[in-house]
């Protein structure tokens, strides 16, 4: 990393989803050196249940094509974790909120069906990223080890936005197990999660001009004294 690294505060203001990306692959050892940091994340226990998959080259474009033709043939989702929760008043306002911010950016209108489809398929062509990764962790572990994830994913994403490289953070890449556990080898008993695109942004697509809105702090965190 850079001896003149961004402090943390401009990393988290700096840091947004990009959903699209340059043909331009990361270097491996860089990649490598970042996912060795991020091993440093706090865990319950320091039980460290990521298990982590980082997929490029002919491994990421074999991995895409099988996706998009699971989505094209039997697009109905099969997480191996818990999705059932629909949000609900204040927190359903703000996916609504997050969906129009993005759509609006790529002047897709509300009404426009194919439209919108067409960018939701983009989550299983990594949205043009030359790189992405699946978090895993044994199923048993429950929800104190997608806490743990949750933290390390974090962590992956801040440092590479520290080095200049840009992220997703997507649910929909859990969506279809089946297709990535037989790429990517993993035993049944790991499940997973969810997963991140990454690599270079495209500075100019309209997509990557979206940027959403945070509520107040004296809406999420009550101080007592």
């Known amino acids: 990393m850079s001896q003149n690294s961004m402090s943390l505060k401009t990393l ?12 331009k ?27 982590t998959y980082v997929v490029s080259g002919d491994t990421r474009a074999n991995l895409e094509k099988a996706l998009m ?5 039997d697009p109905t989702p099969a997480p191996e974790f818990d999705w059932t929760p629909r949000y609900q008043d204040k927190h ?5 909120g997050s969906a129009n911010a993005l759509y609006t950016a790529m ?23 030359p790189h992405a990764v699946f978090f895993c962790m044994e199923k048993y572990l429950g929800i104190m080890g997608a806490v743990d994830v949750g933290i390390y994913a974090q962590n992956v994403s801040l440092l590479l936005e520290e080095a ?32 991140m695109s990454f690599g270079y ?9 979206t940027r959403t809105e945070r509520v107040d702090l004296d809406e999420s965190v009550l101080f007592f004294e």
């Open 164 to 195: 200049g490289i840009s992220s997703c953070m997507q649910g929909a890449l859990g969506q279809f197990p089946i297709e990535v556990k037989e790429a990517l080898k993993i035993p049944e008993s790991m499940g997973i999660l969810f997963g």
């Open 107 to 129: 002047d897709i209108k509300r009404e426009d069906k194919q439209a919108r489809q067409m960018a939701m398929a983009k989550n299983w062509q990594f949205f043009g990223a």
């Open 92 to 96: 359903r306002d703000r996916q609504f």
């Open 69 to 73: 033709t699971k989505l094209m043939t």
């Open 25 to 51: 692959p990361v270097e491996a050892e860089l990649i490598k050196s970042i996912f060795q940091q991020a091993q440093k994340s706090a865990s319950n226990c320091n039980v460290q249940p990521w298990q």
């Open 12 to 23: 988290l203001d700096n840091r947004h989803s990009v959903r699209s990306f340059l043909q």
């Open 201 to 209: 942004a495209k500075p100019d697509a309209d997509a990557n001009k």
